[in-house]
């Protein structure tokens, strides 16, 4: 699986927009961003995936740009109990894969009042 | 709907007791289960997967096992503690062909 970079910490101020960069440049064409946080002694929580496209759901919204070697995790109003370790993982999905989710060290981001 | 179940969620054991921590699934047959450990401060770090019944992979050197008795149980163990096996252990599932991974609470273990 591909390994990703992200910036080890960042602040919002609360209600407004959180970007959360993440560079995956030897990611291959069937591997996958995924996004998951952790809140403080607490499991992972799944955020959002995409390969291509661009992805939006009710948490979050997902920008890969076209050569698919950066990806933005965008929380559009932040608030405080955004507050967490945000992950950025590249993995290949599919069912004969084992779904190993390898972690990096993720974004501390503080959301600030 | 499924849910996860990790137990205890804190223990605190002496250096050289053994270990037995157990995670079972509710609500679906045949996942693959992982076991992660953090260790204060740090990333988490996978350390077991199972894709079937008494079908372990271990990612890391340790001190620890697993095992996988039942479909849906996941067992972590060890016969002697260190020091260095405190941490705070997380259990996780995601079906087969699914996209997601669905985690446990935890189980925070001090080993003392």
């Known amino acids: 699986d591909a390994k990703t970079t992200q910036p080890t910490s960042m602040d919002c101020a609360e209600g407004r927009a959180a970007n959360l960069p993440c560079n995956h440049s030897?990611?291959?064409?069937?591997?996958?961003v995924y996004w998951y946080r952790q809140i403080h002694s607490q499991g992972p929580q799944y955020i959002i995936h995409?390969?291509?496209n661009n992805e939006t759901n009710e948490m979050a919204s997902l920008i890969i740009t076209e050569d698919r070697k950066s990806s933005t995790l965008i929380l559009p109003h932040a608030t405080l109990r955004d507050t967490a370790v945000y992950y950025c993982?590249?993995?290949?999905?599919?069912?004969?894969?084992?779904?190993?989710?390898?972690f990096g060290q993720g974004t501390t981001l503080q959301v600030k009042p | 709907s499924q849910t996860i179940h990790q137990w205890p969620a804190t223990l605190v054991q002496p250096v050289g007791s053994p270990l037995s921590l157990e995670c079972t699934v509710e609500?679906?047959?045949?996942?693959?289960l992982y076991w992660y450990r953090q260790a204060a401060g740090r990333g988490l770090q996978l350390l077991f997967y199972?894709?079937?019944?008494?079908?372990i992979s271990s990612e890391v050197p340790q001190n620890l096992s697993a095992s996988r008795p039942q479909d849906r149980q996941f067992i972590l163990s060890s016969k002697k503690l260190l020091l260095s096996d405190s941490g705070f252990y997380l259990c996780?599932?995601?079906?087969?062909?699914?996209?997601?991974?669905?985690f446990g609470q935890g189980t925070r273990l001090t080993v003392v």
């Open positions: 996780a599932w995601r079906p087969k062909g699914g996209y997601r991974a669905f």
């Open positions: 030897t990611i291959s064409g069937n591997e996958y």
């Open positions: 995409g390969l291509k």
């Open positions: 993982i590249v993995r290949v999905s599919g069912s004969s894969n084992t779904g190993k989710l390898i």
């Open positions: 609500g679906t047959s045949n996942p693959n």
């Open positions: 199972s894709v079937g019944i008494g079908q």
